[in-house]
């Protein structure tokens, strides 16, 4: 009568001696228990917790993503952004071939702050009340972040298209950040992935302004679709990439995508770039003092444009092109 149940106590006893399943067990609890105490704003003991998680090779693959957000949650919650840098290095120490790791640290360097002070010769992230030099690290901080996105993007062409197709997404808009629009002219470089750059001085600050970039022809820039990440020329070639990635693993973003490469010509392109320099009726009515039929550009001969014709403030100043 009692040798099943006496059996059965043995082989559970068996198991939860077993270290690998009592440690699952012990950071599922550990996990639950930290997530309640930032939910109830305790935010000290559940951050002890979720470093513990994010830091230890042992934790489980699929929760460790999430886990580091959490703690990023709580650093930002106590104001303790200098522990930033530390705590993302280890945890991708310790998870380097996980690529869902890897894609959420790079996007915590994305929307961290991106400025701190020199203290004792080191860089510290966020506000400090003693005063020091103030530097920012934001050109540092995206090329960190497309490091390790080019590390994890081998691993996530394994995984289903919607999952690549969100992978893209994220790595267009960590290319695009501080390139797009009035600083569409930073897209003509490739951005070298090799080293970290150093830090920059002061806040971080938009150096735009300047009018679409042209080639050494004059003619505007275009940046072509590259054959794929490792052989694009410059960054709007990488940016190209993804967008038709995007595309290509998930069918129902098209017309998103087409949308954002619109917009993006049109602010690169359209008429209303004549408007977008601050001394731009004097240009206007310097340009019409001195027009020259043959070669009109100015806002008097937007009537003639033609569907393939567009008159844009570029780089060089405004200019009538076909597109």
Request: charged share 25%.
């Amino acid at each position: 009568i009692y040798f099943i149940p006496v059996l059965l106590f043995g082989l559970i006893s068996i198991q939860l001696s077993d270290p690998i399943l009592a440690q699952s067990v012990e950071s599922k609890q550990a996990r639950a228990k930290a997530q309640a105490d930032m939910k109830n704003g305790n935010f000290k003991d559940a951050l002890a917790v979720f470093q513990k998680l994010c830091t230890s090779e042992d934790t489980d693959a699929t929760k460790v993503s999430s886990d580091l957000a959490n703690a990023v949650n709580c650093l930002n919650r106590l104001g303790n952004q200098k522990q930033f840098d530390e705590l993302i290095e280890k945890s991708i120490s310790a998870h380097s071939s996980n690529w869902r790791l890897l894609q959420t640290a790079a996007k915590q360097y994305m929307s961290t702050m991106h400025y701190g002070y020199e203290i004792s010769g080191k860089y510290e992230r966020g506000p400090h009340r003693g005063g020091g030099k103030l530097i920012n690290s934001q050109e540092r901080d995206r090329v960190r972040a497309l490091q390790l996105m080019t590390a994890a993007l081998p691993k996530v062409l394994d995984e289903d298209k919607k999952t690549i197709a969100g992978f893209y997404t994220d790595l267009a808009s960590q290319l695009f950040y501080y390139r797009g629009y009035n600083e569409s002219w930073r897209l003509q470089a490739k951005t070298d992935l090799s080293i970290l750059p150093d830090y920059d001085d002061g806040y971080p600050y938009n150096r735009g302004g300047k009018g679409a970039p042209v080639g050494d022809d004059g003619k505007p820039v275009y940046y072509s679709i590259a054959s794929d990440w490792g052989n694009a020329f410059n960054d709007g070639e990488r940016w190209r990439f993804c967008l038709e990635q995007i595309e290509l693993n998930d069918p129902s973003q098209r017309n998103n995508i087409r949308n954002q490469l619109a917009n993006f010509s049109r602010n690169q392109f359209g008429v209303p770039t004549m408007r977008n320099d601050m001394y731009w009726p004097a240009m206007i009515r310097n340009s019409e003092s001195k027009s020259n039929k043959e070669d009109e550009s100015g806002t008097y001969a937007l009537h003639t444009l033609s569907n393939d014709e567009t008159i844009a403030k570029l780089a060089t100043g405004i200019k009538r092109f076909e597109l």
